[in-house]
């Protein structure tokens, strides 16, 4: 991709570039995505063996407890205890070694990961031509359709096209929500209106039975 300024590129090299650039983000997020996910899987596995530790020390605890109240002789008493202790004791190597050992394969897997992102990033030429503000998967696919329908022409149109688009988006969104809180607040207002209409239709049914009933 050659250097030049995007306000001297005619519509048909602005739509190349976007379609260069937009092809680069979508690769680019799609590794981002992976990266995050992976390192939440590591932080599953983490908090599955904190927890699974937590079950096995409670159970433990426990057992001991009900086993040491109980009326059992020193001997099988001592031999249930040395048999908890031993077992605790390579459950903890186990979870240990575990860990210790998909740490080493996650963060091998991360870096391998990283070292994609970093190749995947050197391969972003188009996008460096685009201002951050820009740089996005749908501010492309918008400036090309705008390109398409013919509704703007040069730099400068398109993207104050797209800042329209985007404020018209806005204002579109703060009036749905101020329509969606006051239908909720409608809503609640008939309900009260409701249960007060059938109390005090209540109420006039007890006082007409009261009146009745003197008379």
């Known amino acids: 991709m050659e250097d030049f300024n995007l306000n001297t590129l005619t519509n048909d090299k602005l739509r190349l570039l976007f379609e260069e650039a937009k092809k680069e983000i979508i690769v680019y997020s799609r590794f981002q995505e992976q990266f995050i996910k992976h390192r939440e899987c590591i932080k599953e596995k983490v908090d599955s063996v904190a927890g699974c530790m937590t079950i096995w020390i409670v159970f433990c605890i426990f057992t001991?407890?009900?086993?040491?109240?109980?009326?059992?002789?020193?001997?099988?008493?001592?031999?249930?205890?040395?048999?908890?202790?031993?077992?605790?004791?390579?459950?903890?190597?186990?979870?240990?070694?575990?860990?210790?050992?998909?740490?080493?394969?996650?963060?091998?897997?991360?870096?391998?990961?990283?070292?994609?992102?970093?190749?995947?990033?050197?391969?972003?030429?188009?996008?460096?031509?685009?201002?951050?503000?820009?740089?996005?998967?749908?501010?492309?696919?918008?400036?090309?359709?705008?390109?398409?329908?013919?509704?703007?022409?040069?730099?400068?149109?398109?993207?104050?096209l797209y800042e329209e688009h985007l404020h018209r988006m806005r204002m579109e969104n703060n009036a749905r929500q101020i329509i969606e809180e006051l239908e909720s607040q409608t809503e609640k207002l008939s309900r009260v209106s409701g249960r007060t209409g059938w109390a005090a239709a209540g109420a006039w049914a007890v006082a007409a039975g009261i009146w009745k009933n003197n008379s």
């Open 64 to 160: 001991c407890s009900i086993v040491c109240f109980s009326e059992l002789s020193n001997y099988k008493l001592s031999s249930i205890l040395w048999v908890h202790g031993i077992i605790f004791v390579i459950f903890l190597l186990i979870s240990f070694s575990w860990k210790k050992v998909m740490k080493k394969f996650d963060a091998e897997l991360l870096q391998e990961i990283q070292l994609k992102e970093y190749k995947e990033k050197d391969k972003l030429k188009a996008t460096l031509f685009i201002p951050s503000d820009y740089r996005n998967e749908y501010a492309m696919t918008t400036m090309i359709k705008f390109i398409d329908n013919r509704r703007a022409d040069g730099w400068k149109e398109i993207t104050s």
